[in-house]
């Protein structure tokens, strides 16, 4: 069975600075990615997603993730912060073969120092 | 509109009542999920359902049950709600499309006293 972990469960960061959200999942089989974000008082909406191909995948706002296969990792990064970035981000993992459900890291909570 | 529509948005009830939360979607999937959010948890997966004759427990269903009504519309019910049960739960959809990602809705904040 696969499972996803994320190990900081809160990451402040001054505005403008740059910030990295870790991941590292476990599978027996190959599978897909994903960052979803989710603001205040709202669902989650997706972030970025690796499917096969070009490792470093871009998303909304900025984002990008690099999918590492032998690090069994799938890392978020921003060059430079802003405000509104202030969220919960959550990790997630899908198998390739049967995708019947997404499974959920435990999730990071990115607060924005002005 | 919203895609996916949760109601309602809170609700507050008495340990050992029965509550229904109910989800509808208009993207036309077939995939359907709930999930449960609580602090330093993340979601974890109460039920999924492929299509309205095909039901499967996720990960944590004890003391939950769901209905699938039709393809747009998927119910979670708490049959003796539990004071462990206050947290916010997620309806999700999803397309057969392997590397679908899901869709959802605003949640639901339920806390029973």
């Known amino acids: 069975a696969q499972s996803v972990t994320q190990l900081d469960s809160q990451v402040p960061v001054f505005e403008e600075a740059p910030v990295e959200l870790r991941c590292n999942y476990s599978?027996?089989?190959?599978?897909?990615l994903f960052w979803y974000v989710q603001y205040p008082n709202q669902g989650l909406q997706l972030l970025l997603k690796y499917l096969s191909g070009s490792t470093l995948v871009k998303g909304i706002n900025g984002f990008e993730a690099e999918f590492n296969k032998s690090q069994t990792s799938f890392h978020l990064r921003k060059p430079s912060v802003h405000i509104s970035d202030t969220a919960e981000y959550f990790c997630?993992?899908?198998?390739?073969?049967?995708?019947?459900?997404?499974?959920f890291g435990s999730g990071t909570r990115l607060s924005i120092r002005p | 509109d919203a895609d996916v529509t949760q109601t309602p948005r809170n609700r507050i009830t008495k340990t050992g009542k029965r509550i229904m939360l109910e989800c509808s979607q208009t993207k036309g999937h077939d995939r359907m999920y709930w999930y449960r959010q609580d602090p330093g948890l993340g979601l974890r997966l109460i039920y999924y359902?492929?299509?309205?004759?095909?039901?499967n427990k996720g990960e944590i269903s004890d003391g939950y049950s769901v209905s699938r009504q039709a393809q747009a519309k998927f119910s979670l019910s708490l049959e003796s709600a539990i004071p462990n049960q206050t947290a916010l739960y997620f309806c999700?959809?999803?397309?057969?499309?392997?590397?679908?990602?899901?869709?959802f809705g605003q949640g639901t904040r339920l806390t029973v006293v």
């Open positions: 997630a993992v899908s198998e390739y073969s049967s995708a019947s459900k997404i499974i």
């Open positions: 599978s027996s089989v190959s599978v897909y």
């Open positions: 999700a959809t999803r397309s057969e499309t392997r590397e679908a990602e899901a869709f």
């Open positions: 359902s492929f299509d309205v004759k095909d039901i």
